[in-house]
């Protein structure tokens, strides 16, 4: 066993520990975004995929750069757009003042998204 | 170490960071976005490092770069092109099929990395994670693109099996990793091909037997296989950052599977080796024993209307139904009337983790009125009607006792609030297949409807009272 890999896998079991740490705090309204935020940072492959043309000579090797890319990038594109937008439904209120123990005998007209409520979470 | 080496390490380690603090704000639905802004970042800021890598390499010949970078091209396109048109009820079968693209990327690197070395004599440690890489990689690419197929409807959603699918199954485990075992002793291309094609068999019929209602804890358990993988394929090329992004993926698939396992009561290793739980289909079987009682449109409507306190339970049958704007229009026209009303979310509600919440976020639902089922369970005895739409076994008190297929689930407490609407197609039985004894509960009125017309009439029915 080399040092190299020693330290590899110091750095996994660490990670992984981070990431135990640092999602099992994530509530459950926000699992599907969470899901496709860890989808997107999987993506992180397409270096992976990247570093396969540095030694590809035949054709074979070609072939395996090119899907290899084409999979890591529509991962790793497709993932943070879809997270974007998914994070960008989630208001905290319908209306500007809302109270979630008061009723909410102010009008709620909820259908429309209006413009002016939309950038209220970034 | 070169000065040039120095720099991509730390570019990478700032990069891992991003993706760390990236997830740590998704703790908040206030600081999400902002979280997958940090993510973004660190992406960008890894793939420029790689970019930087190859081309100091210098040894990438033209037809390379051109592969490269139309393989990227198309890809992002395809992934643009996915990710802005789906529609919010089809995200499981769009992060399954990022799920399966992942795990296939991750498959092809250490592939790659096999044929190329496998002339020369291969280090051992590389082969293992190597052989890991390809195994789990080519496992999640088949078994997502079966889940998505599943979840999309083009495949049965109620499990598959067929004579001697188990057996396909255990035999297609024992060739993967006996082959790969084998390669570790004696590198042989050949025996790469098989286990490659062996992985990929598990992968599909590790999916088939499983049923559309245990979805949500499938697609966590590929995206933690994705995650693996993909550390594997760190491991094989040695790249920190493809470890460490890797393990975070892993531990998040981790802990959403034990998660989702939990909501439903039952083991990982039950719901992949058990095959049964449709979901899908609801057939209507034989009632259960004691009177049920009917209601239209107008009665529940007065019933909704003149609460002070009202929860919706919101189920997969208005997941299915894809019913989200008709119920949050409800809630707005109750409101109106000055009705508090919040929503009861299960773990398992909808077809992934979190996915109800999406959905109603879609329909313009502000997130503080999605209550957890810890806070919610609480306030059902101070509530005048809870509203059940399309959800079944998460509801039904039998859990509380033992000796039934639902036993020790955690439920929703719906049967403490003072009435009960259930708004359903039949009296058909959950994927449990036992009968519901909300159903029969005197305080319970069942309101025999398609969750989208039934709810549409509730709120023309409210609206009339209001003028």
């Known amino acids: 066993m080399t040092t190299v890999l020693l330290t590899d896998i110091t750095i996994f079991v660490l990670a ?6 640092v999602i099992s705090k994530v509530p459950a309204t926000l699992h599907t975004p969470l899901m496709s935020a860890a989808n997107s940072i999987h993506g992180i492959v397409l270096a992976g ?7 590809a000579h035949d054709a074979l090797g070609y072939i395996l750069a090119f899907v290899a890319a084409a999979f890591a990038a529509m991962n790793v594109v497709g993932g943070y757009v879809v997270t974007g937008r998914m994070l960008k439904m989630f208001r905290r209120s319908r209306t500007p003042v809302a109270d979630a123990t008061a009723p909410a005998a102010v009008s709620g007209n909820g259908q429309a998204p209006a413009a002016g409520q939309r950038g209220g979470q970034s | 170490m070169s000065a040039f080496d120095w720099i991509t390490q730390l570019l990478y380690v700032a990069a891992a960071t991003c993706f760390v603090l990236g997830l740590h704000l998704m703790n908040s639905p206030a600081t999400a976005r902002r979280g997958n802004q940090v993510s973004t970042a660190g992406m960008i800021l890894a793939v420029a490092t790689t970019l930087a890598l190859v081309a100091h390499a210098g040894t990438v010949t033209t037809t390379g770069w051109i592969v490269m970078l139309a393989g990227t091209l198309v890809g992002s396109g395809a992934g643009l092109y996915a990710a802005r048109t789906v529609e919010m009820t089809a995200m499981p079968q769009l992060v399954s099929i990022f799920n399966a693209v992942g795990g296939g990327a991750a498959a092809l690197v250490g592939i790659d990395d096999y044929v190329r070395l496998a ?6 440690s590389t082969t293992v994670f190597t052989i890991l890489d390809v195994l789990i990689g080519a496992v999640t690419f088949s078994g997502s693109i079966i889940a998505a197929g599943k979840l999309q409807g083009l495949i049965d959603g109620s499990p598959i099996t067929f004579p001697g699918s188990r057996a396909v199954n255990v035999a297609a485990a024992v060739i993967a990793v006996g082959g790969g075992i084998y390669m570790i002793a004696t590198p042989s291309v050949v025996v790469l091909v098989i286990i490659i094609l062996a992985a990929l068999l598990f992968g599909v019929t590790m999916v088939l037997p499983i049923g559309g209602a245990d979805m949500p804890v499938v697609i966590s358990l590929l995206n933690a ?4 993988a993909v550390a594997m ?6 790249n920190w950052a493809l470890i460490i992004a890797g393990a975070l993926v892993g531990a998040s698939g981790g802990i959403l599977t034990k998660l989702m396992a939990d909501a439903m009561n039952r083991s990982i290793r039950n719901i992949i080796v058990g095959g049964f739980g449709t979901g899908d289909s609801a057939p209507a079987v034989e009632g259960p024993g004691g009177d049920v009682r009917s209601i239209q449109a107008d009665d529940a409507a007065i019933q909704l ?8 339970v919101p189920g997969y049958g208005l997941a299915a139904a894809q019913a989200q704007h008709q119920v949050a229009e409800l809630a707005s026209v109750l409101e109106e009337r000055g009705v508090e009303v919040s929503y009861a979310i299960h773990p398992v509600a909808g077809r992934m983790p979190g996915h109800m919440n999406v959905l109603l976020a879609e329909a313009n639902v502000p997130y503080p009125q999605l209550k957890e089922m810890d806070e919610i369970n609480p306030e059902f005895p101070r509530t005048d009607v809870a509203l059940v739409i399309g959800a079944n076994d998460v509801t039904n008190p039998a859990a509380r006792r033992p000796g039934n297929p639902v036993s020790g689930m955690p439920i ?18 959950g994927y449990a297949g036992i009968d519901n004894e909300l ?3 005197p305080k319970t009125s069942m309101f025999f409807s398609d969750a989208k017309s039934a709810l549409t009439e509730l709120t023309a029915a409210v609206k009339t009272l209001v003028s």
């Open chain 2, 225 to 228: 296989f994705t995650g693996t």
């Open chain 2, 233 to 238: 394929a760190g491991f094989v090329i040695g």
């Open chain 2, 412 to 429: 929703l407490d719906v049967d403490h609030a003072k009435s009960i609407i259930v708004i359903k197609r039949s009296m058909g039985h």
């Open chain 2, 439 to 441: 159903y029969v509960n």
């Open chain 1, 16 to 21: 992984l520990l981070v990431g135990f740490e």
């Open chain 2, 305 to 312: 209307a003149y609460a002070q306190k009202v929860i919706i």
């Open chain 1, 49 to 55: 995929a990247m570093l396969i043309a540095v030694t």
């Open chain 2, 119 to 124: 002339s020369g004599g291969i280090a051992e």
